[in-house]
């Protein structure tokens, strides 16, 4: 039976207070999701991940499941210890689906030491049989295919090629300045305008791609004048 809980802290590195070694890297301190802000968050329960080879970490006052499940050490003695699984997407908010029970003399939370919130990421824009894969920061990987023409959300890259050809394309970085009542509209990857992106195509055409420059500035050395290694 699945518990829910509340972060808040997690072990990131050897920095904190409650770090036994590696193996506890990812570890998280929890209360129950109808518990009051712990006094000393050094004294919450702990739990570790579930899943080690793909890792989605929380931030403090996100929502997990908790399933008790077997200890490295459980053929000796049959213990069973608190594992999560990866964050609640309450919000289906990219950046982060904090769900705070107090609130500090500033009218914030706490969201760890150094994460920052970005009002301004978007989740992505799915098409049928997409597989996405999309960080906190507008970096994101979408396994994808040409679709239709017809789609109500129109994609550049479906102009040619046939429905059902691969593409990935793999992004770094949401292009900026994206209106404020957009928060939970989904977008696309902008290849003129995201921070940087690779798209890996099968047929398709990407018309819209603008060059840096079409000379040998955009390399920003003069080649000819260039010294050979």
């Given amino acids: 039976m699945f518990s829910i809980a509340r972060v808040q802290d997690i072990i990131i590195d050897a920095s904190h207070t409650r770090y ?31 899943n080690f080879q793909i890792k989605q970490y929380p931030i403090p006052n996100e929502i997990v499941f908790l399933i008790n499940a077997p200890s490295p050490q459980y053929n000796e003695t049959n213990a069973l210890i608190m594992y999560y699984l990866h964050p609640h997407a309450i919000h289906k908010d990219p950046n982060h689906n904090a769900l705070p029970n107090a609130l500090n003399a500033n009218g914030d939370f706490y969201k760890g030491h150094y994460f920052k919130e970005l009002e301004h990421i978007r989740p992505l824009q799915p098409y049928e049989g997409d597989v996405l894969l999309e960080g906190r920061f507008g970096n994101s990987i979408r396994f994808g295919s040409t679709t239709a023409r017809n789609v109500l959300r129109y994609n550049y890259w479906s102009e040619g090629g046939n429905i059902g050809d691969p593409i990935t394309i793999i992004r770094n970085g949401q292009k900026p300045n994206l209106p404020e009542d957009s928060n939970y509209h989904h977008t696309l990857e902008h290849i003129n305008s995201d921070h940087s992106c690779i798209f890996l195509c099968s047929n398709q055409q990407i018309a819209v791609f603008e060059p840096a420059s079409i000379h040998d500035n955009s390399y920003q050395i003069d080649r000819n004048n260039s010294k050979k290694m």
């Fill in 20 to 50: 036994e070694g590696e193996f506890s890297v990812g570890t998280i301190l929890y209360t129950l999701i109808d518990d009051p802000p712990p006094d000393n968050i050094e004294d919450c329960q702990t739990a570790r991940p579930l």
